[in-house]
């Protein structure tokens, strides 16, 4: 796991996952709540306290733009400087409707390598749906200018890593995660590597997480005696 910006990225559970993207809902701490209570009591009343909810709200992911740009390194294993460099026109079209492919143009590939195009999966076109983007890029940097630079985006993430207590985590721990989900899922490592863009296999493999279940898993399969 990622310390300090060292080792690998993490792995994303499912659970932090729906953290960044639709927030996290927890109960209120009792210091937080006796504080809350003190302050209710003294402008409502006691109704007020009767009525009052113990549940507590931190924000993930704070705008379409940024759950739609980390939606799309998610949902199509993207590099987040692939992500930021996209062209509104590459996901799309004339009609303003979301496309069933998204395109990653070679220029803006890692190496330069090739165009790839990955189908739009429905939980990504959700998110899609809820952003629009008047702007040739599809994320336009600050006053508009070209697109959103890596580093802005990894500056948002990181405070949303940091208000909902994820640890270890990056911008690369979107690609990771859908990686290793898609392997574990029986996914051809012929078919992740068609979407994912890396060369060759054996730089692919370095993206598959082996978790402590794993190895329980395969451990409990050593049964040589009757």
């Given at each position: 796991?990622?310390i300090n910006?060292?080792?690998?990225a993490?792995?994303?559970s499912?659970q932090?996952?729906?953290?960044?993207?639709d927030?996290?809902v927890?109960?209120?701490?009792?210091l937080?709540?006796?504080?809350l209570l003190v302050?209710?009591?003294k402008?409502e009343?006691?109704?007020?306290i009767?009525?009052?909810s113990l549940?507590?709200?931190t924000?993930?992911?704070?705008?379409e733009?940024?759950?739609a740009?980390?939606?799309i390194?998610?949902y199509?294993?993207?590099?987040?400087n692939?992500?930021?460099?996209l062209?509104?026109a590459?996901?799309?079209?004339v009609?303003?409707r979301v496309?069933?492919?998204?395109?990653f143009?070679?220029?803006t590939?890692?190496g330069?390598?090739?165009t790839?195009?990955?189908?739009?999966?429905?939980?990504?076109?959700q998110l899609?749906?809820?952003?629009?983007?008047?702007?040739?890029y599809?994320?336009?940097?600050?006053w508009?200018r070209?697109?959103?630079?890596?580093?802005s985006a990894d500056a948002?993430l990181?405070?949303?890593?940091?208000?909902?207590?994820?640890?270890?985590?990056?911008?690369?721990?979107?690609?990771?995660?859908?990686?290793?989900?898609?392997?574990?899922?029986?996914v051809?490592?012929?078919h992740i590597?068609?979407?994912?863009?890396?060369?060759?296999?054996?730089a692919?493999?370095?993206y598959?997480?082996v978790?402590?279940?794993?190895k329980e898993?395969?451990?409990s399969?050593l049964?040589?005696r009757?």
């Amino acid at each position: 796991m990622k310390i300090n910006r060292h080792d690998q990225a993490k792995i994303l559970s499912p659970q932090e996952i729906a953290w960044l993207f639709d927030g996290k809902v927890g109960f209120v701490s009792d210091l937080k709540l006796l504080r809350l209570l003190v302050w209710v009591g003294k402008r409502e009343g006691m109704e007020a306290i009767a009525s009052l909810s113990l549940l507590s709200y931190t924000e993930g992911l704070p705008t379409e733009r940024d759950r739609a740009l980390f939606g799309i390194c998610l949902y199509t294993t993207a590099r987040v400087n692939e992500a930021c460099s996209l062209h509104t026109a590459d996901v799309y079209g004339v009609d303003g409707r979301v496309r069933d492919r998204i395109t990653f143009r070679r220029a803006t590939t890692k190496g330069k390598q090739e165009t790839r195009s990955v189908p739009v999966s429905p939980e990504l076109r959700q998110l899609l749906e809820g952003y629009r983007s008047a702007r040739p890029y599809l994320f336009p940097g600050r006053w508009g200018r070209g697109h959103i630079c890596p580093e802005s985006a990894d500056a948002i993430l990181r405070a949303a890593f940091k208000r909902l207590g994820i640890e270890g985590a990056s911008t690369h721990s979107f690609r990771r995660t859908a990686i290793t989900w898609m392997h574990n899922e029986r996914v051809p490592i012929k078919h992740i590597q068609s979407i994912s863009g890396h060369k060759s296999l054996s730089a692919l493999q370095r993206y598959i997480d082996v978790t402590e279940k794993d190895k329980e898993v395969a451990i409990s399969t050593l049964s040589f005696r009757l």
